[in-house]
T-cell receptor
Framework: EPEVTQTPSHQVTQMGQEVILRCVPISNHLYFYWYRQILGQKVEFLVSFYNNEISEKSEIFDDQFSVERPDGSNFTLKIRSTKLEDSAMYFCASSKQTGGYQPQHFGDGTRLSIL | GESVGLHLPTLSVQEGDNSIINCAYS??????FIWYKQESGKGPQFIIDIRSNMDKRQGQRVTVLLNKTVKHLSLQIAATQPGDSAVYFCAEKIGGYQKVTFGTGTKLQVIP
């Protein structure tokens, strides 16, 4: 069964540094998403991406965050200047979009630790 | 997994029994409700969804019930197995939007 894959599984970064989290969505999916989960808390929506542009974003997704689809298979989340509170699990998800709703399928996440 | 925390409600069920996990929602504009399972160290795994104009949907060993009058959603797992041990999240999607809003989660412990 096709899967969403994320790399790295664990990223440790100094505060203030830039970090890029990578995702390979399921190949025939057209909508891509990033969510995060701070330890012990709910999964929170960050951003959705369709047709090479952001379609929705949350209040969390401020100017420090950006997303990109640099080629036909990868989808990345960049945090420009990391803060301690950015420490969390970051999940990538993708869905088909043939009209209406399609289930989102999640990767196993990247654990981001900011020191 | 990352979703397991000290404050998660926990449901303990004997192996072979049925499990019922409950969820309350607040947004009347939600058009789909979704159940996800999250095992330790993994991402949320889609289980089943239900459109807001339905009140019941069945899958393999799982049934989702939707009561719009009281804004309540439940996930029933038949003949619970040790592999069902995980955190279960209900989630909702509001009409016109793609994002999914997750609830706080319930930890299911299956006792062998």
């Amino acid at each position: 069964e096709p899967e969403v894959t994320q790399t790295p599984s664990h990223q440790v970064t100094q505060m203030g540094q830039e970090v890029i989290l990578r995702c390979v969505p399921i190949s025939n999916h057209l909508y891509f998403y990033w969510y995060r989960q701070i330890l012990g808390q709910k999964v929170e929506f960050l951003v959705s991406f369709y047709n090479n542009e952001i379609s929705e974003k949350s209040e969390i997704f401020d100017d420090q965050f950006s997303v990109e689809r640099p080629d036909g298979s990868n989808f990345t989340l960049k945090i420009r200047s990391t803060k301690l509170e950015d420490s969390a699990m970051y999940f990538c998800a993708s869905s088909k979009q043939t009209g209406g709703y399609q289930p989102q399928h999640f990767g196993d996440g990247t654990r981001l630790s900011i020191l | 997994g990352e979703s397991v925390g000290l404050h998660l409600p926990t449901l303990s069920v004997q192996e072979g029994d049925n499990s019922i996990i409950n969820c309350a929602y607040s947004n009347s504009a939600s058009d789909y409700f979704i159940w996800y399972k999250q095992e330790s160290g993994k991402g949320p795994q889609f289980i089943i969804d239900i459109r807001s104009n339905m009140d019941k949907r069945q899958g393999q060993r799982v049934t989702v019930l939707l009561n719009k009058t009281v804004k309540h959603l439940s996930l029933q797992i038949a003949a619970t197995q040790p592999g069902d041990s995980a955190v279960y999240f209900c989630a909702e999607k509001i009409g016109g939007y793609q994002k999914v809003t997750f609830g706080t989660g319930t930890k299911l412990q299956v006792i062998p």
